[in-house]
């Protein structure tokens, strides 16, 4: 009895990565999209984004925080962000900016020039 | 001019399985979902609530809370008979007040968590940091409220 219980409590921790999604807001203009995620406790230096066919993958690692002493109280997560989106094909991806100020990320995705709104003179 | 099909009210099928898979659904939902999940339903349910942690050692306790986006100037905390508040307003972008919105999962407006300290900290001392929208608290404990260590002789 005591060794299936060992092993089951063995099997159920898989040494896996895990992830939460970062809350977004997405944006649409007549430029192109604005997507802003919130990801707090990551830096520059912790962020990769990635394109792949017509998909966008942000990740955000967190600094590593060594706080000295026990735990009162803790309500925060310390996994790391990922999300990925379906991008538009109107999306011009030569052109995709990305910065991170104070633990929210901007992502640019401007349209390309033949897809934008445009107004033709008339001769 | 609009086409919709026609439908013969009497064929539609019963409601109820509907219901009843929609109810299934829901439970499979509850029960694969993370518990961070749950948490970020409460937390739409009650409007913006910023996660905190609490840590204490030796001489400090270290309150660390995640507020991301903000500007330094729209965090207010202040500490009222040993419990310490944080308190502020995320402001939203003016930018996109005209924009299509496809996906809007960000807290604006006001927010405020409290929370009692265990011990007596020196007011005149506690620090605060704002960094990738983190901000860390750090309050020194005060003496009368630090653990002592009493040599005692025993004759």
């Known amino acids: 009895m005591k060794a299936t219980l060992e092993k089951e409590t063995t099997n159920n921790h898989p040494v896996r990565e895990e992830y939460v999604a970062p809350s977004v807001n997405i944006f649409e203009t007549k430029e192109g999209y604005v997507m802003q995620a919130e990801m707090p406790g990551v830096g520059k230096d912790g962020l990769e984004i990635t394109l792949e066919g017509n998909e966008i993958t942000i990740t955000g690692r967190r600094i590593p925080e060594i706080v000295a002493g026990e735990a009162l109280f803790r309500e925060r997560d310390n996994s790391d962000f990922r999300r990925v989106f379906e991008l538009d094909p109107a999306i011009d991806t030569a052109k995709i900016s990305a910065k991170i100020e104070q633990g929210v990320l901007t992502v640019t995705l401007p349209k390309s020039e033949r897809v934008k709104p445009r107004k033709i003179t008339v001769d | ?155």
């Open chain 2, 1 to 155: 001019m609009k086409l919709i099909r026609w439908h013969r009210p009497e064929l539609s099928a019963w409601p109820g399985f509907g219901r009843i898979s929609n109810l299934r659904e829901e439970i499979d939902r509850l029960i694969e979902a993370p518990l961070s999940e749950l948490a970020r339903t409460s937390r739409l349910l009650s409007g913006w609530t910023p996660l905190l942690d609490l840590h204490e050692d030796k001489d400090n306790f270290v309150v660390k809370i995640e507020l991301p986006g903000m500007k330094k100037e729209d965090i207010d905390v202040s500490l009222h008979d040993g419990s310490l508040s944080v308190s502020g307003e995320r402001k939203s972008d003016e930018k996109f007040e005209g924009a299509d919105v496809y996906c809007s999962e960000r807290f604006f407006g006001h927010f405020q968590r409290t929370l009692t300290l265990p011990a007596a900290v020196a007011v005149d001392k506690i620090k605060a940091q704002y960094k990738d929208g983190v901000l860390t608290i750090t309050l020194p404990k005060a003496e009368e409220g630090k653990p002592k260590q009493i040599d005692v002789q025993i004759g």
